[in-house]
């Protein structure tokens, strides 16, 4: 090619290049077009309210710039008691679900199509019932004299009524069951998408049905039991109904404790100040987990 040519083939690719750039240009505004109505629900749902009570919990009563909310929290036992709860309740919560979940997920991911969608039906049939509605359903079941006391006494399995709400074991019962089919549906997914002839495969190089399910089907199926145990968790922290239905005011979760400053006492500074803390522990813990599930290799090596 002659240096004329260059010369002329020169401008031009300048030209086409500046063309790409604008269509570009054009492509994002047009997105950026289309997301605007949503991203202005969020700010106007979620960021500015969340913006007014982290003002609130650095004020006093009189309206002063002040910590007193933040050094009451540390200074009283009552909160950090109530912090403590809260995640052991979760956390016993996302355990049991794992325990009760992954089996039924992997029953469901290994039937037919059809069957898998029809036992689906039962997975999903608690979300077309009022979270009130369910809670206290059970605490009619689980009372001194519901269902559940009167046949086990019928039965000879004990004697006396149990004690089984208005505590943590009965806000657990409650919980678990609100909050399975937020772990069964991700993790259905996800086993749903593997591969059955890795497990084939494995079987025929010699790997017994065990061996071949914690090798190969167990790993693959960790996404998404690391997303449904990260989505029970996180929900669980900020549940209010269940608690205080079925704890009868002996579990004191954060909501809780919020929802009492605010009825009761009138101070919105010490529960933006609950909140604000609740929403920086929860934000650690999600980053958290995504550290320790990529460095585990749950989602990939990130390239």
């Known amino acids: 090619m002659s ?15 500046a063309a790409l750039r604008r269509d570009q240009w054009r492509e994002r505004l047009g997105l950026a077009g289309l997301a605007a109505p949503a991203l202005l629900l969020v700010i106007v749902a979620m960021l500015i309210p969340m913006a ?8 006093d009563d009189a309206g002063a710039l002040s910590l007193e909310h933040y050094r009451r929290m540390l200074a ?27 089996p ?8 037919p199509r059809r069957a898998a969608n029809l036992c689906m039906i039962a997975v ?18 689980l009372q001194r004299s519901g269902l559940v006391n009167t046949w086990g006494i019928k039965l000879g399995l004990w004697n006396e009524p149990l004690q089984l709400v208005h505590n943590a074991g009965g806000t657990l019962i409650g919980m678990v069951h609100i909050m399975l089919p937020f772990l069964v549906l991700p993790l259905y997914g996800t086993m749903r998408a593997i591969d059955g002839n890795l497990l084939r495969a494995a079987s025929s190089l010699g ?5 071949g399910f914690w090798t190969v089907f167990f790993p693959l199926s960790l996404p998404g039991l690391a997303a449904g145990a990260a989505l029970v968790f996180v929900l669980c922290l900020g549940f209010y109904v269940t608690p ?6 002996k579990v004191t979760m ?40 990529r460095g585990a290799g749950l989602f990939g090596s990130g390239h």
């Open 124 to 141: 999903l049939l608690p979300f077309w019932t009022s979270l009130l509605v369910r809670t206290y359903a059970w605490l009619v079941l």
């Open 244 to 249: 205080a239905m079925l704890g009868g005011g």
């Open 3 to 17: 240096a004329d040519s260059v010369a002329a083939a020169g401008p031009a690719g300048d030209f086409h290049k």
């Open 104 to 111: 039924l997920a992997y029953f469901l991911s290994q039937l």
């Open 207 to 211: 790997s017994t049905p065990v061996h």
């Open 76 to 102: 009283e036992p009552s909160y950090g008691r109530t912090f403590r709860t809260t995640f052991e309740i979760s956390l016993a919560t996302t355990v049991i679900c794992i325990l009760i979940g992954y």
């Open 254 to 293: 954060v909501s809780n404790r919020i929802a009492n400053d605010i009825e009761l006492f009138f101070n919105w500074g010490a529960a933006s100040a609950l909140g604000v803390v609740l929403l920086a522990i929860t934000l650690v813990v999600l980053v958290a987990a995504a550290k320790l599930s």
């Open 52 to 59: 007014w009570l982290f003002g609130l919990s650095f004020r």
